[in-house]
């Protein structure tokens, strides 16, 4: 019985995720995806369509507005990820840059903040385009981005291999590290300096400085990551001034986050 509510499940999430891939799609778009019966489809379809996880526009299912109750329910529930939106437009503003909060979920980073300074002409990390318009949710593979480095260094070895195992090491672009055992090595220079660096790894000519967040009980809690066009990040602002600033606002951001958890649990 449990194994049959396993099935279900993931058949619902598959056509969950199938039509976010595909920007909508009808049954019949579906049924040739998936390898699923048109029957099976439809049921789970018209259930998904009635508690408004889904949408139908015509023959198009897309997703619905309630994963939007969902999401932000989940980014708002723990009070370090609401300290962290402040440390992430406050580091924005101070540094003139784009800033960007990532959680590590089943494997990958999942952006729960981001701050695009109104000055920045830098186009989006995801989207490229040149506005504020907000990429939250958006999945990245850990070894492309500095927050995934970052986070990726605070885990033990055999965690990473289970996460790679998983994922591989897609190259985004020629610059992406896609061999296992340098990418070990590039872990370790993190663990060692606490900045993680990337230079156009997840897109060409973007560079990202990184570096972890940590819980209260020394657990990994996300990474915070400042990043821009190679232009503006060269030699010491790179090297120092931005590191510098960063390692600031992260202490400080752990800081803040030990004091609330000591107000929560022992007042």
């Known amino acids: 019985m449990d194994e049959q509510i396993a099935r279900t499940t993931i058949r619902s999430l598959s056509l969950v995720n199938t039509i976010q891939r ?29 508690h408004g996880y889904l949408t139908k526009n015509g023959e198009v299912y897309h997703i619905g507005l309630r994963f939007l109750n969902h999401g932000e329910y989940a980014r708002s529930r723990k009070h370090a990820y609401v300290l962290a939106e402040e440390a992430v437009t406050d580091l924005s503003n101070r540094i ?25 002409q830098f186009v989006l990390k995801d989207s490229h385009l040149s506005s ?17 480095k970052a986070i990726l260094a605070e885990y033990s070895e055999k965690y990473i291999d289970e996460i790679l195992d998983q994922w591989g090491l897609k190259e985004q672009t020629e610059n992406t590290i896609t ?9 370790e220079t993190v663990r060692q300096s606490g900045i993680a660096f990337t230079d156009g790894e997840y897109m060409e000519g973007l ?24 232009y ?3 030699n010491d602002r790179i090297d120092d001034e931005i590191p510098k600033i960063l390692k600031d606002v992260t202490l400080s951001l752990e800081t803040r986050i030990e004091e609330a958890y000591r107000e929560e649990h022992f007042e």
């Open 22 to 50: 595909l920007d909508g799609a009808t049954l019949d778009e579906l049924t040739t995806e998936l390898d699923m019966a048109r029957s099976t489809i439809h049921i789970h379809l018209r259930t998904l369509d009635t």
């Open 96 to 120: 003139d840059e784009e800033v960007e909060f990532v959680v590590e979920n089943n494997g990958r980073g999942i952006l729960v903040h981001e701050s695009f300074h109104p000055d920045s």
């Open 132 to 148: 504020p318009a907000t990429t939250t949710g958006i999945y990245y593979d850990l070894h492309t981005i500095a927050t995934g």
């Open 179 to 187: 061999d296992r055992s340098s990418l070990l090595e590039n872990l």
């Open 207 to 230: 560079r990202e400085v990184g570096r972890r967040v940590k819980n209260p009980d020394g657990s990994v809690l996300g990474a915070i990551a400042v990043f821009g066009p190679t």
């Open 232 to 234: 503006r990040f060269q």
